[in-house]
């Protein structure tokens, strides 16, 4: 299936309270702002028509990204769905298929770009992630442990997630007439039923800049040469 164009939304309107209520997608890394990173990969890609990013203030005055005309801002909402809904709703092209993409994940591989898109161009929905390495346990409300799932099923999810757009905007349209707010995008595909949602392999070095420690490891991947 040809792919007909590429719409990119980018949440970037979070406080930063894990890192001192500094706003994360403005750090600057090796010279150039989370943001800036996070824009490339796609911004490099002809099939990217629009890319719409979400910030507090709707201002994209800091990053050097807003030189291409494929990228607005628009001021963003108090929940990431709520960023992404606006973002959704300010874009003007009619792209085929729709990215959700983190403004604090500087580093998305642009293989793993390239086969989202490629996985959501035959009708699929995909989600960049990697396997867990990690044994992960289920709580209660008490942090009583109840179940320890089997690791060789799960995955960590990250971003990019491309979707059809017809596919996004009945998961949308779902969640607003329900009120809910997901953190994760896919999911709300997943709960539409008869949708199928596929994880598509990414990389560790696609991290999501949350404390100071993330920080560092990112200016590590630049300095090392390892993205």
Not at 71 to 79: C, E
Request: charged share 25%; net charge positive; proline share 5%.
């Amino acid at each position: 299936m040809t792919c007909v164009g590429v719409l990119v939304l980018v949440p970037a309107a979070g406080s930063g309270e894990r890192m001192g209520g500094v706003r994360k997608p403005w750090i600057e890394v090796a010279g150039r702002s989370v943001l800036d990173w996070a824009l490339a990969p796609f911004l490099a890609r002809d099939d990217v028509v629009e890319v719409v990013v979400a910030t507090a203030d709707g201002s994209l005055s800091e990053i050097a990204a807003r030189r291409d005309r494929r990228v607005r801002g628009v001021r963003g909402g108090s929940t990431r769905f709520e960023s992404v809904a606006r973002a959704f709703d300010a874009a003007r092209s009619d792209a085929k298929l729709v990215a959700v993409h983190d403004g604090a994940r500087p580093f998305p591989p642009a293989e793993a770009v390239d086969a989202c898109i490629r996985t959501a161009a035959a009708g699929v929905v995909a989600v960049a992630g990697v396997p867990a390495v990690d044994t992960i346990k289920r709580t209660d409300d008490s942090e009583r442990i109840v179940e320890t799932p089997p690791r060789d099923r799960l995955w960590y999810a990250q971003t990019p997630q491309l979707f059809p757009r017809a596919v996004f905007e009945r998961g949308l349209a779902r969640c607003r007439a329900r009120g809910g707010s997901p953190t994760d995008d896919a999911a709300m595909a997943e709960a539409l039923g008869g949708v199928e949602v596929r994880m598509v392999r990414a990389s560790r070095r696609n991290l999501k800049v949350t404390s100071a420690h993330d920080l560092i490891v990112a200016n590590a991947y630049v300095v090392k040469g390892v993205v």
